[in-house]
Each structure stands twice: as structure tokens, then as C-alpha cells.
T-cell receptor, first 114, second 112 residues
């Protein structure tokens, strides 16, 4: 079974803090994604990566950065957390280059910024 | 504009009853459509996938239909169980832009 894990299920941070969200997948997938999920809006793509050290902006990259130093690990960084970044963050991976492949999701990290 | 709209936003049904969730999309060009189930506090899990040439796909008590002409899909759940309580998300893939567009989901509550 594909397994995608995220470092924290719940996280509470203060405004202005630097926040790291980690995601690890164990199926040697090329593609990895970071989404945020807010009520009534569906999942919105923040960044994705199709290879080590490669990254592309999604629909809402502002205020975020990412890092992919190893194939199995994709990190989302909030340089200076703000209250409007309070959300559920979901990581996903997929097995081939095309983004249209099925994506396998992690359990999510619920981030609260106070 | 590529959009995926789901209805209803939420639904409450009694255990054992059937229900149908709707998904309308304006994504073009269309590649495939997926339905995901997301339990509370968990990530989405794929239920079905259909390409434009398929108009029905089943996965146990879940049956998805697709009408590529009217750009509509539905997810029918038969003999609902308490464990069906979850959000159901319709996802449409745009071939040309390699874009994945998520609907906002339908929240289903199954009551005993």
C-alpha cells in the first residue's frame, strides 16, 4: 500500500513564526504536491514537485516555499506565518510525471496560527 | 474558467437508504474524473476514476456515472452504512493544462 505521512496532525503557531510541514512517501513516486483545504473552497494547490530539487508554483503559492532535497520528502515552509494561513494542509504523491495520475494523500496537518 | 461544482453541500440520510451526489464541471479539455472519499481528519482516498469514454464505474456500493456531453457526474451510494459518513470530492483532470481541479465536496452524514 502507498503510504504518505505528514509530520504533525495538529500544529499551533504564533503569527510571524517560521513553520515547517514535512511530508514523506514510501513508494518512490516522482510527483509530490502540497494543498490547503478550507471549508467551501475545496483543495487548492500551493506547490508541486516532479523531481528532486524541482518545484513549480500552484494556484496559491504566495507566503509559502517548498524544498525537495530527497525524492521521498517534500517540505512546505511558511516563512512568516499569518492568521490567514490557518488551514488544513494536505500532502499528496503520484507515481508518474503527468499530474493527471491518481494522487495519494497523507492524513493532513491542521495548522492554527494565532 | 475550469470549475467543478458539487451539490448538495451537505446531506443527512438514514442508515440503509440510498443517495446520489452530483458533480457538474466546466473543465476542458477533459481527461478523467475521479471521486474521492475523505473521512474526518484524514486525507482523501480514491473511489473511482472514469475517462470520457466510460459512463459508469462501480466500486462495491459506490457507483459513479459520467455524461461527458452534459459534463455531469453522479456518485450513487447504495444501502448506506454509518461508515459512509464522510466528504465526497469530485475531481476533474484537464489534459491540456495538466491541471487537477477539485470540487468543494459534499458532506454526507449517515444516521442510525
Amino acid at each position: 500500500d502507498v503510504k504518505v505521512t505528514q509530520s504533525s496532525r495538529y500544529l499551533v503557531k504564533r503569527t510571524g513564526e517560521k513553520v515547517f510541514l514535512e511530508c514523506v512517501q514510501d513508494m518512490d513516486h516522482e510527483n509530490m504536491f502540497w494543498y490547503r483545504q478550507d471549508p467551501g473552497l475545496g483543495l487548492r494547490l500551493i506547490y508541486f514537485s516532479y523531481d528532486v530539487k524541482m518545484k513549480e508554483k500552484g494556484d496559491i503559492p504566495e507566503g509559502y516555499s517548498v524544498s525537495r532535497e530527497k525524492k521521498e520528502r517534500f517540505s512546505l515552509i511558511l516563512e512568516s506565518a499569518s492568521t490567514n494561513q490557518t488551514s488544513m494542509y494536505l500532502c499528496a504523491s503520484s507515481p508518474i510525471y503527468r499530474k493527471s495520475s491518481e494522487q495519494y494523500f497523507g492524513p493532513g496537518t491542521r495548522l492554527t496560527v494565532t | 474558467k475550469n470549475q467543478v461544482e458539487q451539490s448538495p453541500q451537505s446531506l443527512i440520510i438514514l442508515e440503509g437508504k440510498n443517495c446520489t451526489l452530483q458533480c457538474n464541471y466546466t473543465v476542458s479539455p477533459f481527461s478523467n474524473l475521479r471521486w474521492y472519499k475523505q473521512d474526518t481528519g484524514r486525507g482523501p482516498v480514491s473511489l473511482t476514476i472514469m475517462t470520457f469514454s466510460e459512463n459508469t464505474k462501480s466500486n462495491g456500493r459506490y457507483t459513479a456515472t459520467l455524461d461527458a456531453d452534459t459534463k455531469q457526474s453522479s456518485l450513487h451510494i447504495t444501502a448506506s452504512q454509518l461508515s459512509d459518513s464522510a466528504s465526497y470530492i469530485c475531481v476533474v483532470i484537464n489534459t491540456g493544462g495538466f491541471k487537477t481541479i477539485f470540487g468543494a465536496g459534499t458532506r454526507l452524514f449517515v444516521k442510525a
